[in-house]
């Protein structure tokens, strides 16, 4: 489904319907924000180390393959 159906979807829906999908982005939206302050708020060479982290956890297999 693409973005334009979904929008659509919710344009077809009751206006209480469509509030509770207003709420429910604005909510996520806030989310968004809360993450990514609560990231600035790290020293930035944890930041990276977390982001090390991740990458070589998540790419292990790759990451031992390129090294051979």
Not at 19 to 33: I, M, N, Q, T, Y
């Amino acid at each position: 489904m693409t973005v334009r159906e979904i929008i659509e979807q919710i344009k077809a829906l009751p206006a209480s319907e469509q509030e509770k999908v207003a709420a429910f982005v604005r909510d996520l939206g806030s989310a968004v924000v809360r993450e990514e302050s609560s990231a600035e708020k790290l020293p930035r060479n944890q930041r990276f180390g977390d982001a090390a982290d991740h990458v070589f956890t998540e790419y292990k297999d790759l990451l031992g393959k390129l090294a051979q």
